[in-house]
């Protein structure tokens, strides 16, 4: 079976795309994972958390409205920094993997 040309054009066009992409976001994702983690079991020790499992909230319920909204705060600021680190980065590796 022959493929349309259009659609040989996109698979080459994202076997070419693999290898920066999986370099660009290892490091953003590994710091992110690292804040995330930290500052989700710092929030969850909040006294305003321990109050809402007490009054018999679920543990999801504790989370998802309480936690996780003060957890996203420090998330979102260093995703703009690594925002700035991602478009300087990506020359670097365009050069690396110009092929």
Same mark, same amino acid.
């Given at each position: 079976?022959?493929?349309?040309?259009?659609? *040989?054009?996109? &698979?080459?066009?994202?076997?070419?795309?693999?290898?920066?992409? &999986? *370099?660009?976001?290892?490091?953003?994702?590994?710091?992110? #994972?690292?804040?995330?983690?930290?500052?989700?079991?710092? #929030?969850?020790?909040?006294?305003?958390?321990? #109050?809402? $499992?007490? $009054? !018999?909230?679920? !543990?999801?319920? &504790?989370?998802? $409205?309480?936690?996780?909204?003060?957890?996203?705060?420090?998330? &979102?600021?260093?995703?703009?920094?690594?925002?700035?680190?991602?478009?300087? !980065?990506?020359?670097?590796?365009?050069?690396?993997?110009?092929?």
């Amino acid at each position: 079976m022959m493929w349309p040309r259009h659609f *040989t054009m996109i &698979v080459d066009r994202l076997h070419h795309f693999v290898l920066p992409v &999986v *370099t660009l976001s290892a490091s953003s994702f590994s710091r992110l #994972d690292a804040l995330s983690t930290y500052q989700h079991g710092r #929030d969850i020790q909040t006294r305003l958390c321990e #109050d809402c $499992k007490g $009054k !018999g909230l679920s !543990g999801l319920t &504790v989370i998802v $409205k309480h936690a996780w909204h003060n957890s996203l705060i420090p998330i &979102v600021t260093l995703l703009g920094f690594s925002l700035t680190n991602l478009i300087g !980065g990506a020359y670097i590796v365009e050069v690396i993997f110009s092929y």
